[in-house]
């Protein structure tokens, strides 16, 4: 069996019991170690074979899963945050189906849900926002036409883009076309890391305070009124609201 394990998005205390349990149990592990914390390879049993695959190509790492799979060795795939998001499980998936090998996904936490907490802010705050967009700018790897940030920018909405930093500038001007020049932006390097450094700003100011601080990798930016200081609440826990769990209360 090969597993993909969601590695969260780098204090290895996030990943979840069900990934360390199976990380622990496997005689392979195949870590992306340009992303993954090291430290999440403690929890690899002490005679695990351990692969980086920053270093290799597609096949390379498929041959090293089918020549594991002939042995009888279980793998652990080893993606950092959620491998459904931006992880490029798809083309493993395909060739694993080829040569008819078994596979599971376990979730992990991804970087923008990360960044979010270390903020301190939800990102669907009632009257403000109710929509997450997840995205990226388009570079070597193309973005359809449709859903280029200045389109998605004119929904208003909570915006979490991934892979983009490098290119602080042009987001910024692409954010512009569809949000108020003073929404606020805040870029979040290495959530949850010990090396983890956050920058808050708008659109105006925070191209250049993220390069002044020289950030250029590994880094989410999340845009929206959620990160304003905001009045507004849920009903849900509101004494005048019902539901099927609890009545509201008379006045």
Same mark, same amino acid.
């Given at each position: 069996?090969? *597993?993909?394990? @969601? ?13 360390? $349990?199976?990380? &622990? ?7 992306? @170690? #340009? ?7 403690? *929890?690899? =049993? ?15 790492? %498929?041959?090293?899963?089918? =020549? #594991?799979?002939?042995? @009888? ?16 499980i798809h083309e493993q998936i395909v060739r694993?189906? $080829? ?13 923008? +849900? ?10 669907? %705050? ?11 700018? @388009? ?7 449709? &859903?280029?940030? $200045?389109?998605? #920018? ?7 883009? /991934?892979l983009s930093v490098q290119e602080i500038d ?8 569809? *949000? ?8 979040? *390097? $290495?959530?949850?890391?010990?090396? &983890? ?23 989410? %930016? ?12 849920? =009903? ?7 539901? #099927? /769990?609890?009545?509201?209360?008379? +006045?």
């Amino acid at each position: 069996m090969v *597993y993909f394990i @969601g590695a969260g998005p780098g204090d290895p205390e996030l990943i979840t019991l069900k990934g360390m $349990k199976i990380i &622990q149990a496997c005689d392979v592990v195949i870590y992306a @170690g #340009s992303l993954v914390n090291k430290e999440i390879l403690k *929890y690899a =049993k002490p005679k695990a074979e351990v692969y980086d695959s920053a270093t290799m190509n597609l096949d390379e790492i %498929i041959g090293l899963i089918v =020549k #594991s799979h002939k042995d @009888g060795k279980d793998v652990a795939r080893i993606h950092t945050g959620d491998p459904a998001i931006y992880g490029a499980i798809h083309e493993q998936i395909v060739r694993l189906e $080829k040569e008819n090998i078994d596979y599971e996904i376990i979730p992990g936490v991804s970087s923008f +849900l990360a960044a979010a907490s270390v903020l301190k802010k939800e990102l669907t %705050i009632p009257e403000i926002t109710q929509t997450v967009i997840i995205t990226r700018i @388009g570079g070597r790897t193309e973005v359809p036409k449709e &859903q280029e940030l $200045k389109d998605l #920018s004119r929904h208003g909405a909570t915006m979490a883009i /991934f892979l983009s930093v490098q290119e602080i500038d042009r987001v910024v001007s692409e954010l512009k076309k569809g *949000y108020q020049e003073n929404t606020p932006v805040a870029v979040v *390097y $290495k959530a949850t890391w010990e090396d &983890q450094l956050i920058v808050k700003g708008t659109l105006n100011d925070i191209s250049q305070k993220v390069k002044s601080k020289g950030i250029n990798k590994t880094a989410m %930016i999340l845009v929206g009124d959620f990160l304003k200081d905001i009045k507004t609440y849920s =009903k849900l826990y509101d004494k005048e609201f019902s539901h #099927s /769990f609890r009545k509201k209360e008379d +006045l």
